[in-house]
């Protein structure tokens, strides 16, 4: 028995659903996170009442699911935000959710649920709309989807605090480097409100969101999945503006990283809320005196490579050996631990505790980490391909990619198609069309944004990211083809062309085959135009000359 819930807690798995069948009871599945202050309250207000906890152990199987370990299962049962209360049937069904609940809330739900199942048993169940296994609304790829995001952006946006939305502020990475490109100023502002409000100036790293509009009320968990992408989204801002008010915090934020996150090998998951919450209101030396903050150090497969995708990014506008070498130790570590000889990515190793296999998002991201490393060190393609090989052999079904194997308990056979996965692999997959020259890349990522065009409209500014996809698929990529090695003058100027939807394929002629390449020159290419270069000052010139032709926003 857990002594601080006194709760009988079992783990997520077959186990604990035929026991569920052989005691004819529901389950109770609390959905939780090591950094999620709320489930630390939850488990001492509520689970901890005795009352409480022996009428869940006298009539429910209680399953304790951490999020972060079990990312397929968060998807099916999430209520809303952490904790999740999920009454369950041993066939996985939903009978009743809830996020937080105190203990009365907790008796009410308990009695209510107690009922439900008396009078209806397993039928009392439903399958979410999500997991019904509808056809996808298959739609038509045009430029009207990245239109709509991007007249999302000025309706959602918060002209008085900047960021989009007029409740609960969350910094949305994806979304800013979306508007960087179309709606620049909105993205810069929003940019400098999260630095402003989420930053913490004295260990570095973002925290989590804010619970006001006006970004008041911090919650200060920080995740490894956000500050990758915000030190993506703040070296991005640096590319345009060439401002070091948006290099220096992502600088920080990889110094935070690969120092509090740190494992020795790769980045941790995340540091929870202090006990209390002046504790961020301290210097360095007072925070070193006082009760730290819970570190989950598990090495996550997405949020890695997202790390080490953010850490080359920062490194190919900057020149940042420490960033760069930190992105080679971490590929390494994904490499040797987590992505097999078949191309198939485990979730996190910790000890003899393994993880899933096979899960689109982390799919997704080793691509898009493995091609990114491609364009800056010059190395990493075949690990590329073999990952988007085996997630288009295992994962991708009636032109969309569902989120992992359709086996497991509850509804975990029950496919699942999340668009943010779809979207982050259809990118990877349009990056890797151009470094490998394979156009079947580029036909499954159009396939898979296709999948959803027909509900386009009905995308919010949240997932703005599906309409750069989709731009980029309308219309020719933009490639800077550099005919020589990494780390020359005109590739470290093509890694610096202010668009950051860009290609750059060092050792060109190896890959572009069907061209030729002089060395000691660069090549911008759209469509079948190319434009040759053989200075950085040559090269930006032929860059504008061919953004112009594009249209673009640069």
């Not at 999430?78 to 999740?84: L, V």
């Not at 911090?218 to 490894?224: A, C, I, Q, T």
């Not at 290099?247 to 920080?252: E, N, S, V, W, Y």
């Not at 490998?436 to 009905?458: H, K, L, S």
Request: with cysteine; net charge negative.
């Amino acid at each position: 028995m857990d002594d601080e819930t006194r709760i009988e807690w079992r783990e997520w798995g077959p186990a604990a659903f035929a026991e569920a069948a052989d005691a004819e009871q529901p389950l109770l599945l609390s959905l939780s996170a090591t950094w999620c202050a709320g489930c630390h309250e939850m488990d001492a207000e509520t689970y901890a009442e005795p009352r409480i906890a022996a009428n869940v152990n006298d009539d429910f199987v209680p399953v304790r699911v951490d999020v972060d370990r079990h990312p397929c299962v968060r998807e099916r049962y999430n209520m809303g935000g952490f904790p999740s209360t999920v009454f369950v049937t041993p066939s996985g069904g939903v009978i009743s959710g809830a996020g937080y609940l105190g203990p009365e809330g907790m008796r009410q739900v308990l009695d209510s649920v107690r009922e439900t199942w008396a009078e209806r048993g397993g039928d009392a169940g439903r399958i979410p709309r999500a997991l019904a296994d509808d056809p996808t609304p298959v739609g038509e790829l045009s430029p009207a989807i990245e239109a709509h995001l991007a007249g999302q952006l000025g309706e959602k946006y918060d002209e008085v605090h900047a960021g989009w939305g007029d409740d609960a502020k969350f910094p949305l990475p994806r979304t800013v480097e979306f508007a960087l490109k179309r709606e620049r100023e909105q993205a810069l502002r929003t940019l400098d409100a999260v630095r402003d409000h989420l930053f913490d100036d004295v260990s570095g790293g973002f925290f989590r969101y804010t619970s006001g509009r006006d970004w008041s009320g911090v919650h200060h968990e920080k995740l490894l999945d956000t500050n990758a992408a915000l030190v993506r989204a703040f070296a991005n801002g640096y590319l345009y503006t060439g401002d070091d008010a948006y290099r220096r915090p992502a600088k920080r934020t990889i110094d935070f990283l690969t120092d509090d996150l740190w494992t020795g090998v790769a980045v941790g998951g995340s540091v929870g809320p202090a006990a209390g919450r002046e504790y961020y209101a301290l210097s360095a030396d007072e925070r070193a005196e006082t009760r730290q903050p819970r570190v989950d150090l598990t090495a996550f497969a997405g949020g890695n490579a997202l790390a080490a995708e953010a850490m080359l990014t920062y490194a190919g506008y900057t020149d940042d050996e420490q960033a760069k070498r930190y992105a080679e130790r971490v590929l390494d570590f994904l490499e040797a631990e987590l992505v097999d000889e078949d191309g198939a990515v485990t979730h996190f190793r910790a000890g003899d505790d393994v993880g899933e296999s096979l899960l689109l998002g982390d799919h997704a991201r080793v691509v898009a980490a493995f091609t990114r490393a491609q364009q800056v060190l010059g190395w990493g393609l075949d690990v590329a391909e073999s990952v988007a090989n085996r997630a288009i052999a295992e994962l991708y079904e009636d032109e969309s990619f569902i989120d992992g194997p359709r086996e497991g308990p509850g509804l975990l056979d029950r496919p699942f198609r999340p668009l943010d996965d779809n979207v982050e692999m259809a990118s990877a997959l349009c990056d890797l069309a151009v470094l490998t020259g394979d156009a079947r890349y580029r036909d499954v990522a159009r396939e898979t944004i296709e999948a959803f065009a027909g509900a386009a409209d009905r995308i919010g500014v949240q997932a703005a990211d599906y309409g750069a996809v989709a731009a980029r698929l309308c219309g020719d990529p933009l490639v800077v083809a550099v005919a020589d090695d990494p780390g020359s003058d005109l590739h470290r100027a093509a890694l610096r062309v202010a668009d950051h939807e860009k290609v750059v394929v060092p050792n060109a002629g190896s890959v572009l085959t069907d061209r030729e390449f002089e060395s000691g020159t660069a090549t911008v290419l759209v469509g079948e135009t190319a434009r040759s270069a053989a200075t950085p000052d040559e090269l930006m010139t032929q860059v504008s000359a061919a953004t112009r032709r594009l249209g673009t926003n640069n």
